[in-house]
């Protein structure tokens, strides 16, 4: 008999389920782990190497949204939730995307020591001027019903919380730093080839 913390966990890990943009099954499965402010194209890269490089999508915050539709998310469940769906779809051979800010190294730590064990992470971060994300950010506009793919809005206060917390990848973070411009796809075919 599965008790109620059992239960609440394969709860959340259906549901969390329920975002991941599915690809293909690859033989030497790779992990991309995003970096970048709000409006750097974090999403853009995403869903572009789930339907171009066959790549599964993990987001984030399309987690977060799934197991709460309020701002009052435990974090820390939702981060460990991600690494345990992107560890089994590794096993299952699936190259996986991971789709957040990913901005402070604690995070960024904890994908390498968890889940890329036997798999040796792409950390691709995106640049992007403030002007440029925040135009971003409005156009993109708001929605929050489809799992697979939410749009929200960033305020300018939530913009510079976001910014204060870049912490540069280290050197011992094999890192592509990639200009979010008109090149930017061109550049992740490069990368991912």
Do not use: W
């Amino acid at each position: 008999m599965k008790n109620k913390a059992e239960t609440s966990s394969n709860t959340f890990i259906s549901k969390a389920l329920e975002t991941v943009k599915l690809g293909r099954i690859f033989s030497s499965p790779k992990v991309v782990v995003l970096m970048g402010l709000p409006g750097s194209g974090k999403s853009y890269v995403a869903n572009y190497l789930n339907k171009v490089h066959g790549f599964t999508v993990l987001s984030g915050e399309n987690i977060t949204n799934a197991l709460y539709a309020t701002n009052k998310a435990n974090f820390s469940l939702v981060y460990e939730i991600l690494h345990q769906l992107a560890i089994f779809l590794l096993n299952k051979g699936h190259s996986i995307v991971i789709d957040g800010t990913n901005l402070k190294f604690s995070f960024r730590k904890q994908i390498y020591d968890k889940v890329c064990k036997n798999t040796k992470p792409y950390l691709i971060y995106l640049l992007v001027d403030d002007k440029t994300a925040k135009t971003r950010i409005k156009k993109r506009g708001e929605n929050i019903k489809d799992h697979k793919d939410i749009k929200s809005i960033c305020s300018e206060e939530t913009f510079r919380d976001f910014k204060k917390q870049i912490e540069e990848p280290t050197s011992k973070e094999p890192c592509y730093r990639v200009v979010s411009d008109k090149n930017l796809l061109k550049e992740i075919d490069l990368i991912i080839s």
